[in-house]
């Protein structure tokens, strides 16, 4: 059995974070990822970033991932374990993972957990038909592989993500036929979606796919209007082109390893379904196992990279060490994310956290 002071379980930007802020504090940090190289979401975002400044906003994630994966490269303490499937944690936080196609145990005094999160799927008629991706498979195809997905794409879902993909679409020289969103209003930035409409995109609220229309692989779909109950209304279907249509319909947290811990966990829509409860320093109620990033709440990346760092200094600070300024850093840290949850972009997570 191996032992670590503090294992992190997921290397994009939360997991990336919390590795350095409890390195920083001088102690030892095996930081492990399923993929073959550390960045998580951030390796496919090419635009530049929202967000807070302080936390690298108007970079492009790319350019993110590899500030933080040289700045992990560089320090000692961290043991980065690549291509490894952490599959359960069991008693006495004992984590059993897959590394060159075996199983192993390592222990550990503290436990971060940031897996991050699954793209949702959508119920439609023919919704396994080849060419019906998820949003973020279309970015990980384009901007990872230099493959397009497909010549005329259908989006559905007017989101952040679902602008940006589209504009990221439009950029590799595909026609997006239109942008489809079944609540009243365009849920992204306003700056996004002026952007693609300015594209001659069409955005239609209050509809959505019913079918997706072929036999072998999408040739179209069928849209309608759907009521103030998400309910398609009878009669308003129609039919629209596209050879790939893409769900951008939102997020839910990857938190099955967090169950394993025994925490307890809550169903809060606002921050994307079932969610550890936590303390502000993301300590979940299972005595030394901590979340950070999307896995704890779906915001966006400069949210997990404060969230990885309060994470990683706490859990630095449980384990003994001798942590002199650590608290006032980690004050720091969640005095920012107040900062960024303030206003009217950050009320719905707000509202999440106080429920929970
Ligand atoms: C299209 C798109 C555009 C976005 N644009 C922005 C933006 O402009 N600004 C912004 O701030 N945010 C943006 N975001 C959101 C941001 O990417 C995410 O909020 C952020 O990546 C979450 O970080 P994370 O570390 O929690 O999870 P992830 O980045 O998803 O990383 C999770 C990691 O955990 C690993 N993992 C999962 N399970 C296991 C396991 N069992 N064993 C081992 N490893 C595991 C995965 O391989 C992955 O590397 C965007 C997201 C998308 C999809």
């Given at each position: 059995m191996k032992f670590s002071d503090i294992v992190v379980i997921g290397g994009g930007p939360a997991g990336m974070s919390a590795a350095l802020a409890a390195a920083s504090e001088g102690v030892r940090v095996t930081l492990m990822d399923r993929s073959?190289?550390?960045g998580g979401q951030l390796i496919k975002q090419t635009h530049r970033f929202f967000g807070s400044e302080r936390e690298r906003a108007g970079s492009r994630g790319i350019e993110i991932v590899n500030i933080l994966r040289d700045e992990i490269a560089k320090n000692p303490l961290i043991e980065v374990k690549r291509n490894t499937d952490v599959l359960g944690i069991y008693s006495d936080r004992v984590i059993a993972y897959e590394e060159d196609k075996l199983y192993r145990r390592m222990t550990a005094d503290k436990i971060i957990i940031c897996t991050g999160a699954a793209e949702k799927m959508l119920q439609f008629e023919n919704n396994d038909l080849p060419g019906v991706y998820g949003a973020g498979a279309v970015q990980?195809?384009?901007?990872v592989y230099g493959i397009k997905p497909g010549r005329e794409v259908l989006m559905v879902g007017a989101g952040n993500?679902?602008?940006?993909?589209?504009?990221?679409?439009?950029?590799?020289?595909?026609?997006?036929v239109a942008i489809v969103e079944a609540a009243p209003v365009i849920g992204g930035y306003k700056v996004h979606a002026s952007k693609v409409r300015r594209f001659g995109v069409p955005i239609y609220t209050k509809t959505t796919v019913k079918t997706a229309l072929g036999d072998r692989y999408v040739t179209g779909a069928v849209l309608a209007d759907v009521d103030d109950k998400f309910q398609i209304i009878p009669g308003t279907e129609r039919e629209i082109a596209a050879d790939t249509i893409c769900l951008s319909v939102g997020l839910a947290p990857l938190s099955e390893l967090i169950m394993h811990t025994g925490a307890e966990i809550r169903y809060i829509p606002q921050l994307g379904g079932f969610v550890p409860k936590r303390d502000e320093n993301m300590e979940t109620t299972a005595p030394g196992v901590y979340v950070a990033g999307d896995v704890s709440c779906i915001e966006e990346a400069t949210a997990a990279m404060i969230e990885g760092s309060i994470a990683g200094i706490s859990a630095a600070i449980a384990t003994g060490m001798n942590c002199s300024k650590a608290v006032a850093k980690r004050e720091e840290y969640i005095d920012n994310l107040c900062e960024l949850r303030a206003g009217d972009t950050g009320k719905k997570i707000r509202d999440g956290l106080a429920m929970l």
């Amino acid at each position: 059995m191996k032992f670590s002071d503090i294992v992190v379980i997921g290397g994009g930007p939360a997991g990336m974070s919390a590795a350095l802020a409890a390195a920083s504090e001088g102690v030892r940090v095996t930081l492990m990822d399923r993929s073959d190289e550390l960045g998580g979401q951030l390796i496919k975002q090419t635009h530049r970033f929202f967000g807070s400044e302080r936390e690298r906003a108007g970079s492009r994630g790319i350019e993110i991932v590899n500030i933080l994966r040289d700045e992990i490269a560089k320090n000692p303490l961290i043991e980065v374990k690549r291509n490894t499937d952490v599959l359960g944690i069991y008693s006495d936080r004992v984590i059993a993972y897959e590394e060159d196609k075996l199983y192993r145990r390592m222990t550990a005094d503290k436990i971060i957990i940031c897996t991050g999160a699954a793209e949702k799927m959508l119920q439609f008629e023919n919704n396994d038909l080849p060419g019906v991706y998820g949003a973020g498979a279309v970015q990980t195809l384009m901007n990872v592989y230099g493959i397009k997905p497909g010549r005329e794409v259908l989006m559905v879902g007017a989101g952040n993500i679902g602008l940006i993909v589209t504009y990221q679409l439009l950029q590799a020289g595909v026609k997006v036929v239109a942008i489809v969103e079944a609540a009243p209003v365009i849920g992204g930035y306003k700056v996004h979606a002026s952007k693609v409409r300015r594209f001659g995109v069409p955005i239609y609220t209050k509809t959505t796919v019913k079918t997706a229309l072929g036999d072998r692989y999408v040739t179209g779909a069928v849209l309608a209007d759907v009521d103030d109950k998400f309910q398609i209304i009878p009669g308003t279907e129609r039919e629209i082109a596209a050879d790939t249509i893409c769900l951008s319909v939102g997020l839910a947290p990857l938190s099955e390893l967090i169950m394993h811990t025994g925490a307890e966990i809550r169903y809060i829509p606002q921050l994307g379904g079932f969610v550890p409860k936590r303390d502000e320093n993301m300590e979940t109620t299972a005595p030394g196992v901590y979340v950070a990033g999307d896995v704890s709440c779906i915001e966006e990346a400069t949210a997990a990279m404060i969230e990885g760092s309060i994470a990683g200094i706490s859990a630095a600070i449980a384990t003994g060490m001798n942590c002199s300024k650590a608290v006032a850093k980690r004050e720091e840290y969640i005095d920012n994310l107040c900062e960024l949850r303030a206003g009217d972009t950050g009320k719905k997570i707000r509202d999440g956290l106080a429920m929970l």
